[in-house]
């Protein structure tokens, strides 16, 4: 079992990647600002309070685990603001993972990031820049800093979120030529991702996700 390190862990998909990887045995250092008022709990969990750009935080967080997940998330109403939280945590994750020795990261960006771009319909493509614009273009330059990186990397990029329990019913687009948009479950992803993490397919691929 995996020791991993799951970076936003305390809401959305990285809370989801947090309660798939707990059922499926592996310990998890669920790091969040908000860790401590997390109400999960069990055996092999361990809450982790901290900043995920600041240091310090993420160099003692990187402690002894095989396996980040960075499943980072900024709240609507600051969509239509500047946004550097992806690339200034990507920029201070990359460094300490290699400083660390811990190779392997599974970011979760989103369709529409990098060369995902071109796939986004003619209709969508405007209202998609207006809302999030912002947001991807830091997502952008998240996934660059990665892929400049020494590190084994998997970028996960799941189509339009939506409440629900896990199914193991969806699509894994790996193949550009495949990439479309489409619903999927914040615990379907998780899904994904705890797989990856039990069985690496993926690696240095970026796969979008669809129910």
């Known amino acids: 079992m995996a020791h991993i390190l799951v970076i936003g862990a305390s809401k959305g998909i990285g809370l989801e990647t947090v309660k798939a990887a707990l059922a499926a045995g592996h310990r998890v250092r669920a790091f969040a600002r908000s860790a401590a008022a997390m109400t ?15 240091a310090g935080d993420v160099a003692s967080a990187l402690d002894g685990v ?7 998330g ?19 994750l990359v460094p300490a993972m290699e400083q660390a020795g811990v190779r392997r990261v599974v970011a ?14 003619l ?3 405007v209202p998609f820049r207006l809302v999030f614009g912002r947001a991807y273009d830091d997502k952008d330059a998240q996934e660059m800093r990665i892929r400049k990186s020494s590190l084994d990397w998997t970028f996960v990029r799941p189509g339009i979120l939506v409440p629900g329990s896990a199914t193991g019913r969806y699509k894994i687009l790996a193949e550009a030529s495949a990439w479309r948009n489409g619903l999927i479950s914040r615990a379907d992803v ?12 993926y690696a240095r691929r970026a796969v979008v996700l669809i129910g």
């Open 108 to 121: 979760v960006t989103g369709f529409g990031t990098g060369d995902s771009r071109e796939a986004i319909g």
């Open 190 to 201: 998780a899904h994904f991702i705890v797989g990856e993490i039990d069985r690496p397919a």
């Open 66 to 72: 095989d396996i980040v997940v960075q499943a980072l």
């Open 74 to 92: 900024v709240p609507a109403k600051n969509l239509l603001g500047p946004v550097s939280l992806f690339s200034d945590a990507t920029n201070v």
């Open 123 to 125: 209709l969508q493509r």
């Open 40 to 54: 999960l709990s069990g055996p092999g969990l361990e809450r982790f309070s901290g900043d995920a750009v600041n």
